[in-house]
């Protein structure tokens, strides 16, 4: 399905800047901030193998070339394939499943039925880090075959315990690698102790860093990519086809490291809209899971932003994937 000339949905203005209002004689006024968008382009399906379906996570390794996970460990396994789309008139060519291996657990032995509940996967290094939510949550670094690496540990405040910790029903929702190789991890929202809709970042690193994002009432956090060390975007999912993608960043938000419970009155995230179901009515939106980078586009040297198609991918048992056209600062 495409949608020729699809609207722009969102725009949101990048960076906190005013323009001092003077006479008409004034100098003129530089341009406005350049803005993040995003427009539908086109909608695949992918698939054809067995018990390939229900896929929450993905994740861009090479060109045209990515990493996909699903829900289920029973057995816990990767799969491998390709997404060809053309950026030049944005469509997609075609795709399909041609690898994949079993995620093994400590000890590299396979993961029991009920062991992980998937949220999502990201290339890191020459291997790659996965993230289970639900009743059993944890970050692992796998490698690029599945073998078992190590887990990431959690703060105290995230562990979980009868009134505190990871919530299962807004537990670990994704996972996101920073362009210098830090790992980020969101909650769908609230920790146990926390505000329902209080979700938590967290950067692993020396200090492990964390930050409030705050979702919609109606919505709950399901992905996070990474455009650069402080701006993502986040997929927020509710009731039905109600989908959001959102322009997020650090920088303003209050600092929470290590607070063992928030009040609600912290400075959460500043998110701006830039995608909503709610403009593409006849959208067969499924149920969007995972977010992924496609190719940047084309660069035009007249253009004060640069674009880039990203992937959004559904856990559905037919497994669609949508594209769109972000734009982004230069």
């Given amino acids: 399905m495409r ?21 008409s004689s004034a100098a003129p006024r530089p341009p406005a901030p350049v803005a993040v968008g995003a427009f539908y382009t086109d909608t695949t399906t992918i698939g054809g193998v ?3 379906a229900g896929i929450t996570g993905f994740d861009r390794v090479a060109n045209g070339r990515y990493v996909l996970i699903p829900k289920d460990s029973a057995p816990g396994r990767f799969f ?19 690898g994949g291996a079993p995620i093994l657990g400590p000890g590299n032995l ?41 887990d990431l540990p959690l703060p105290t405040a995230w562990r979980p315990t009868k009134n505190t910790g990871l919530d299962p029903r807004r537990g670990l929702t994704g996972v996101a690698v920073g362009p210098g190789g830090q790992i980020s991890v969101l909650t769908a929202g609230g920790l146990r102790q926390d505000p329902a809709n209080a979700a938590r970042l967290l950067t692993f690193g020396r200090t492990n860093p964390e930050f409030t994002y705050r979702t919609d009432r ?18 927020e999912r509710g009731a039905g086809r109600v989908t959001r993608i959102f322009f997020t960043t650090t920088r303003g938000a209050d600092r929470v490291t290590g607070k ?5 009155q912290e400075k959460a995230m500043p998110k701006r ?20 980078w496609g190719n940047w586009q084309p660069d035009l040297p007249w253009q004060r932003y640069r674009a880039r198609t990203l992937f959004v991918i559904t856990d ?7 594209s769109f056209e972000v734009h982004l600062p230069r």
């Fill in 273 to 292: 809209l830039i995608f909503s179901s709610s403009g593409v009515p006849r959208l067969n939106t499924g149920n969007m899971s995972g977010l992924a």
């Fill in 50 to 52: 067995p018990t390939f």
């Fill in 3 to 23: 949608l020729w000339g699809a609207a722009i949905i969102g725009i949101c203005v990048v960076g906190l800047s005013s323009l001092l209002v003077g006479p």
């Fill in 218 to 235: 109606d919505t709950r956090a399901a992905d996070i990519l990474a455009i650069n060390a402080t701006d993502y975007l986040v997929l």
């Fill in 316 to 322: 559905d048992a037919v497994t669609r994937v949508h």
């Fill in 110 to 150: 396979p993961l029991l039925p009920g062991a992980a509940q998937f949220e999502g996967i990201r290339r890191a290094g020459s291997g790659y880090v996965v993230v289970s939510g639900g009743a059993q949550p944890f970050v692992r670094l796998i490698g690029s075959i599945g073998l078992y690496g190590r």
């Fill in 260 to 264: 063992s419970r928030l009040t609600g």
């Fill in 80 to 98: 491998t394939g390709s997404i060809r789309y053309a950026s030049g008139v944005g469509g997609f060519q075609s795709t399909g499943i041609d």
